[in-house]
């Protein structure tokens, strides 16, 4: 017999027993504990049951607005990380805005605002690289859904009172579930951008201050901060 048909009878016989293991029916009986250690000794320890019977798990959308205790959406019952199921949910329309500041300080913002630079047009640049982040969140962050956005944009504004740049983006989309996550990925990305833009005039640039200014759109409604 070829290695291949061992595994597969090994793996038939596996399947076997995880779901057909003996039950002592809350009752102590010795030679049926005794057997399924001399079984899982040979197939290893039986699996957790949601492993076994894995079904999506539809969670209610947490509305700020209401009574609800929050809780975390991406965590099962036994503590396993999880994609939310969005199946059940109805197409809205989303829209989240985010923002982000980016602290050039005295030296460098001059040679940012005259476009000096050596890579180039710092803030055109980083314009592109939001809009390219916003589209690419669900590869950056694990549990975020594909989203099939409708708007990108991303603004970048020079402020000569701190030396900084503020960058602010809007993420729309008609859908099941929001576009949070994508307006944070924009602006992060952008911000991101600005400091390898400039990093060789300085090192001290610090990227902060990323938030959610406002979303809209699903069951939770309208947000604003400070609202």
Not at 93 to 111: D, E, H, M, N, Y
Not at 160 to 168: G, L, N, R, T
Request: with cysteine.
């Amino acid at each position: 017999m070829s290695i291949y048909g061992t595994l597969y009878r090994k793996r038939i016989a596996a399947s076997w027993f995880f779901q057909r293991r003996f039950s002592n029916s809350g009752v102590n009986y010795p030679a049926i504990d005794e057997l399924n250690k001399e079984l899982e000794s040979i197939f290893g320890e039986r699996p957790p049951s949601s492993s076994l019977n894995s079904t999506p798990t539809i969670e209610p959308e947490y509305n700020p607005n209401s009574d609800q205790k929050p809780k975390l959406t991406h965590v099962d019952s036994t503590g396993q990380a999880k994609m939310v199921d969005i199946s059940h949910k109805g197409d809205t329309k989303r829209v989240a805005i985010a923002t982000c500041r980016v602290l050039l300080g005295p030296k460098v913002f001059p040679l940012v605002a005259s476009n000096q630079i050596a890579k180039g047009d710092v803030l055109n640049v980083a314009k592109l690289a939001g809009i390219m982040g916003a589209k690419n969140t669900c590869s950056l962050i694990p549990l975020c859904h594909n989203i099939m956005l409708s708007n990108v944009r991303v603004d970048l504004k020079l402020n000569d009172k701190d030396y900084s740049v503020e960058i602010e983006g809007e993420v729309g989309t008609t859908g099941q579930t929001g576009v949070e996550m994508e307006a944070l990925t924009a602006v992060s990305v952008a911000g991101l951008t600005v400091y390898d833009m400039c990093k060789a005039a300085s090192k001290d640039i610090c990227v902060t201050d990323i938030c959610l200014q406002q979303k809209s759109g699903g069951k939770s409604g309208s947000w604003s901060r400070g609202k």
